[in-house]
């Protein structure tokens, strides 16, 4: 049996805002609309608000399930406690090889935007791309075995350079754009442009991670709400802004050719001054990446490591530092042996992407079963959507993280191939999983449905 520990330190409202934040403008916002728009043409910004409908679905799931039942590894529970057993076993399951596939995506990106720092600037060496990897994902690791209180106070130091290096882009270059860029919007059909809508859904899952974080807030039922509304205001203003200064200012066909696009066009448009700030933020921007994708994936990991669902020392929780380190280390080492093979940043951010509108899915199922299986978590709830809202965006949830999921197989059917294949090799092991416990008269489908003592509602 595992050691069960709950983690007792606690992040507050800033802390929980600037974790969000950060994730949501980390690298990708940086890395992908290049290679995106030079692919889809200006059809990116409409890529980016169709983005934005699977989102508005998470975050209003969010609301209400974090509310009614706000723990650590949220989507684990209400997977598990309001879908099923084995549809919660599958989200942690694929989670895995998703957030290994984001490690390297980041770390990929975080290695282009020092590429271009050591061609532009004279007397910096070039460093190699599997150094820098390394040198990015290991600390990160050592950070977020060291608790979330450490991790909060680094990442709203790092955000702060975010925000700033991103206003030092989009203002000045507001002035600059020439809307004959934006034209023809679909300059090579529609196709790249449902490629393009489920790679950018990679930042924009950064919100529904707050769900994961759960217990580890100050007072999380009044406060997950909160946060979610002051990270949105932020993170989007600042993302949609971003993207259209850039394909504002640049022809599309350009963009595609540049590594590095926010930093090439800052270079070539703005003061020096200004793009050392872009390259700061861009730098911030892959760790905090990281940093919120360990802590929140971890928590997911660790809770599913209570029901002994998956082998529960993946739920220990560091003496000392109250981090389930063990999950961190799950989640962080085996990104560092695949990186010298790993492929490219679109086809990286797409594969975590479908992992994510997959436990999308499963949340708005989630969402539609709360009130018949935990009326007085509903009833009670701190902020409750009314009925006609709950089923409308459960539905909405689902429908379209089914469609996107339809439409990535028409483009990349061997990427769906594999996941489709792993979630196979996952019932298989939930099998033996149940077998294993069931010959020692433990029923972990029936622990997986009950809600524990080691979950808690503030009012």
Do not use: C
């Amino acid at each position: 049996m595992s050691n069960h520990g709950i983690i007792d330190s606690e992040v507050g409202l800033v802390g929980a805002t600037v974790l969000i934040v950060g994730n949501v403008i980390g690298v990708s916002a940086f890395v992908l609309p290049g290679p995106l728009a030079g692919d889809a043409g200006p059809g990116i910004l409409l890529a980016l608000g169709l983005a934005m409908i699977p989102l508005g679905f998470g975050i209003l799931m969010s609301l209400q399930l974090g509310s009614a039942i706000p723990v650590a590894g949220g989507s684990y529970v209400y997977a598990s406690r309001l879908v099923g057993p084995f549809w919660g076993f599958l989200l942690p399951w694929i989670t895995i090889p998703g957030v290994w596939a984001g490690m390297l995506f980041i770390g990929l990106g975080f290695a282009e935007y020092a590429g271009f720092v050591a061609d532009n600037v004279s007397g910096i060496p070039a460093i190699p791309e599997l150094a820098l990897i390394y040198g990015l994902l290991i600390p990160f690791i050592a950070l977020n075995v060291l608790g979330i209180t450490v991790v909060a106070v680094v990442q709203f130091l790092m955000v702060s350079l975010i925000v700033v290096g991103m206003l030092a882009f989009i203002v000045p270059g507001a002035f600059m754009i020439d809307v004959d860029n934006y034209t023809p919007l679909f300059p090579y059909g529609g196709g790249e442009v449902i490629v393009a809508v489920v790679s950018l859904y990679f930042p924009l899952r950064g919100f529904r991670l707050v769900v994961e974080l759960g217990e580890e807030m100050k007072n999380p039922a009044k406060n997950i709400p909160r946060v979610l509304a002051l990270s949105a205001v932020v993170s989007l203003s600042l993302l949609v802004g971003l993207v259209a200064v850039l394909v504002g200012t640049t022809n599309h066909e350009l963009l595609g050719g540049m590594d590095a696009a926010v930093a090439q066009v800052s270079l070539e448009n703005l003061p020096a001054a200004l793009t050392a700030l872009v390259l700061v933020a861009a730098a911030m921007g892959a760790l905090t990446s990281i940093n919120m994708t360990y802590t929140a994936y971890s928590r997911l990991l660790m809770r599913a490591g209570r029901d002994d669902i998956i082998p529960g020392a993946i739920a220990r929780i560091h003496d000392r530092y109250d981090s389930p380190y063990v999950a961190v280390l799950l989640l962080g080492v085996p990104p560092l042996l695949v990186a010298p093979v790993s492929p490219g940043t679109v086809t990286l951010s797409v594969a975590l992407s479908l992992t994510i509108l997959f436990g999308l899915a499963v949340s708005g199922i989630a969402l539609w079963n709360l009130p018949k299986t935990f009326p007085d978590r509903y009833e009670y709830s701190l902020y409750k959507l009314p009925p006609w809202l709950l089923k409308t965006t459960a539905v909405g949830a689902v429908t379209s993280a089914a469609f996107l999921w339809v439409l990535v197989s028409t483009q990349l059917p061997a990427m769906v191939a594999v996941l489709v294949g792993w979630m196979a090799l996952g019932y298989a092991f939930y099998r033996a999983r149940l077998w294993y416990f069931g010959e020692r008269g433990i029923d972990l489908e029936t622990r997986m449905q009950r809600l524990h003592e080691n979950e808690r509602v503030e009012s």
